[in-house]
């Protein structure tokens, strides 16, 4: 079992549509990033979390440390958001650094 | 402000080579992190520099060595290729590193592609 578990895998939305993509982990955590990846590989990270709620345009992030889960959603979706979406975390320890484990990602298709 | 800068960003080696890849952080950003991406064992944790020493390295065989200049500049080497190493190599920078209570933003770069023939 992965420590990281994402779900869906595959997600096809129409263009409006609100969008939920879950991740649930294992471990202990100092934090989770939420990051996205077009096709041609670049990944941008949208969010780091360590608690609570974050938001930044249509996208809402959510975590709740003692369920060890996390949401991302998409407010509004747009074609333009057609991506994976991957979730990761920094698992805790003082010799874990900076070490990300991910989750396997979620391929978001909106249609218009 | 630049972002992380990975150069190249396409290569094509034969088996048996060897080849570096290189990743350029974000201005003051100390910490730089590899990771290489195949479709079959999608991201996987390869090393993590800081203040030119490694810190962590990933379950991967001792042909992917990397170093760290005093510039915070890292390098990736491989050597002896194998088909297998064809992947993505993305490499991410922070500030300092992740752990005892701190927590930083990783950020990363475009990625290397490497296709080994």
Redesign the interface.
Known sequence: KNEVEQSPQNLTAQEGEFITINCSYSVGISALHWLQQHPGGGIVSLFMLSSGKKKHGRLIATINIQEKHSSLHITASHPRDSAVYICAVFPWGETSGSRLTFGEGTQLTVNP | KAGVTQTPRYLIKTRGQQVTLSCSPISGHR?V?W?Q?TPGQ????LF?Y?SETQ??K?NFPGRFSGRQFSNSRSEMNVSTLELGDSA?Y?C?S?LV???????????????T?LTVV
Request: hydrophobic share 30%; proline share 3%.
């Open positions: 910490s992190s990771y991406q999608g991201l996987q944790f993590e800081f810190r962590n990933g993505l993305l991410a922070s590193p992740t752990g005892g209570g701190i927590s930083t933003e990783a950020f990363f770069g475009q990625g592609r």
